[in-house]
């Protein structure tokens, strides 16, 4: 069984940072491409950032030049760097990943969500 796991959100002035993290645990013999997404209340989800196996990155045009995405593919981790935040980057974030397992093959797993909440 595969659980993703985020950490790292809560309530920040604008302006402010934060950083959230995820980690993919369980019997996991690849991870192929990682993403933060977000949703906000009223809105669909939308991407923040992707980055593949091999390091190809992309973010939503919302965030490019804020967000820095990376991971860590020793340790099965993400991580969500989020400078100069704003209002409306209000919004719960959810890790993707496309994981591969002997047991089942590859498939799409989403954590559980984290909210971010950006407001003075």
């Known amino acids: 069984q595969v659980q993703l796991v985020e950490s790292g959100g809560g309530l920040v002035q604008p302006g402010g940072s934060l950083r959230l993290s995820c980690a993919a645990s369980g019997s996991i013999f690849s991870i192929y491409a990682m993403g933060w997404y977000r949703q906000a209340p009223g809105k669909q989800r939308e991407l923040v950032a992707t980055?593949?196996?091999?390091?190809?990155?992309n973010y939503g045009d919302s965030v490019k030049g804020r967000f820095t995405i990376s991971r860590d593919n020793a340790k099965n981790t993400l991580a969500l760097q989020m400078n100069s935040l704003k209002p409306e980057d209000t919004a719960v974030y959810y890790c993707n990943a496309f994981i591969g397992t002997a047991e089942i093959g590859t498939h799409a797993y989403w954590g559980q969500g984290t909210q971010v909440t950006v407001s003075s």
């Open positions: 980055v593949t196996n091999g390091g190809r990155i």
